[in-house]
């Protein structure tokens, strides 16, 4: 049996990190919205039992280490099949990028494995193993936005009312989570207007969306590379100029957010010499 699906990257519409605990993980209040943007995994089914992984993008481990092969074993030992996989990953999302790439191959994998090898686990049993493969991984579970909080398994599933365009940018370097979150200084005590950020991105209307723009990761980010500061501030002063530029989750991404897809495109066609990924991008619904 073989299957070719889609695995679709994500960008933080708001990310305020409320919390620390004993572990050294975070707690958060972020809004997750699904986009255009995707990877793409064919996988066949296979009687050896053997989990393979192949992937466009030599750079990549394509052991445990890589979340697809961490998902499709940890399914296997929580259920108790025997099958087998040998999966082909065709990559479109940049690595280590904070658009979630390894989380939502992870998430793909899991409820394909879970279909094709007849398992058919629940989605509370398949939540409770993505909690276990990574922080991200229960959202790409879900449907295309969410209010997220805890480490990322508390889950709030929204339905906004129209998609938007964004431009997103990334500088072609890798930002680890971990020195992100470990490096950054954040004030747990600032409240936060749930209810006004969620209205707001539920409309689709970028304006309202780019009034909320917040990541309390990004202070950090453009402290310690200036050539990601060097980038948002083309970026804002770039005509068309943007409603509002934001790195996503712990970067190094940058997404400006435009009235229409005309001017997104035109920006586009200004930024394409500045980094060697620049893509116009569509938030799912």
């Known amino acids: 049996m073989e299957k070719s699906v889609l695995s679709q990257a994500k960008v933080n519409l708001f990310l305020k990190v409320t919390g620390r605990r004993e572990d050294g993980c975070h707690h958060l209040n972020s809004l997750f919205q699904k986009i255009s943007l995707a ?34 074993k940890m399914l296997r030992y929580q259920s108790g099949a025997i099958a087998g996989a ?3 990953l065709i990559k479109e999302i940049p690595v280590g990028a904070g658009l979630g790439g390894g989380s939502s191959d ?10 094709m090898w007849g398992i058919n686990l629940s989605r509370e049993r398949l939540m409770e193993i993505a909690v276990e493969i990574g922080a991200d991984v229960p959202f790409f ?17 929204l339905v906004p009312q129209k998609s938007f365009w964004i431009l997103l940018v990334n500088p072609g370097f890798h930002i ?33 969306i ?3 723009l917040h990541n309390d990761l990004e202070p950090w980010a453009l402290n310690n590379f200036p050539v990601l500061a ?12 943007p409603l509002g530029v934001l790195m996503t989750g ?15 495109l035109d920006a586009r066609m200004k930024l394409k010499n500045d980094s060697r990924f620049v893509r116009v991008v569509k938030t799912c619904v």
């Open 86 to 88: 040998d999966i082909d």
């Open 106 to 115: 992870g998430a793909t994998t899991l409820m394909t494995l879970n279909e």
């Open 250 to 264: 712990s970067g190094p991404t940058l997404m400006a957010f435009y009235e229409t897809k005309e001017r997104c």
């Open 210 to 212: 780019a009034k909320n």
């Open 176 to 208: 680890s989570a971990g020195e992100a979150y470990t490096k950054s200084r954040f004030n747990f005590a600032k409240p936060v207007n749930k209810e006004k950020i969620i209205e707001d991105c539920l409309s689709g209307d970028p304006k309202r």
């Open 39 to 72: 990877d793409s995994i064919t996988i066949r089914t296979n009687d050896s039992g053997s989990i393979g992984l192949k992937c466009s993008d030599e750079s990549l481990p394509t052991d445990e280490r890589n979340l697809i092969v961490k998902a499709a």
């Open 141 to 157: 579970l879900g449907g295309d936005l969410a209010w997220v909080e805890g480490t990322g398994e508390r889950l709030s599933p």
């Open 230 to 241: 060097r980038l948002k501030t083309e970026m804002e002063t770039t005509a068309p100029k």
